[in-house]
């Protein structure tokens, strides 16, 4: 017997419940996805949301409603180490000379029941607990939820 969260997604064909948005869409649309599962997503599912819709005529109605903004670019990161401890290549920012940094993300919640968790914080700390990057993230859709007793966070943040 395996006992799933309400919150856990799942396959809109096989009802096979999934850790994460992630694994569900390798389960359907992945290298390895079930063969059923794989052909009926690719005929009527949704890439955004991973839904499955009763005909290619749903199909076409739920992608004009499901969309996602253009996420707006960053303006400005604060480093708060010297030019000579960064490395700037192709792009990609990495620190010299540390051994680990440290992601933290705070959640809010989102959806009419608040159970979709929403990035709202980005913190990037390094092996000291040296801050070397944090800002506030708008959430793509309305938070219903800011979680303040354990983020922190208030509207007035984002």
């Known amino acids: 017997m395996s006992y799933h969260s309400v919150h856990d997604p799942k396959c809109g ?7 994460s948005f992630e ?24 890439i955004l949301c991973l839904k ?3 005909s290619v005529d749903s199909l076409n109605e739920h992608e004009e409603m499901c969309h996602l903004a253009t996420p707006r670019p960053i303006d400005t ?10 490395d700037i290549s192709n792009g ?12 933290d993300c705070e959640m809010v ?9 929403l ?9 000291d607990e040296k801050l070397i990057f944090h800002t506030f993230v708008l959430p ?3 938070v219903t939820d800011y979680r303040y007793e354990i983020t922190g966070i208030t509207e007035v943040n984002l």
């Open 13 to 19: 064909v096989c009802n096979k419940h999934c850790k």
């Open 23 to 46: 694994s569900l869409r390798e389960h359907v649309a992945g290298p390895l996805s079930k063969v059923k599962c794989s052909s009926i997503f690719a005929e009527r599912g949704c």
């Open 52 to 54: 499955i819709c009763s």
């Open 77 to 86: 990161i604060e480093m708060l180490y010297s030019e000579d401890e960064v």
């Open 92 to 103: 990609i920012s990495s620190i010299r000379n540390r051994e680990a940094v440290a992601l």
């Open 109 to 117: 919640g989102g959806g009419s029941d608040c159970s979709l968790d």
């Open 119 to 127: 990035c709202a914080r980005v913190c990037l700390v390094d092996e």
């Open 140 to 142: 793509q859709i309305p």
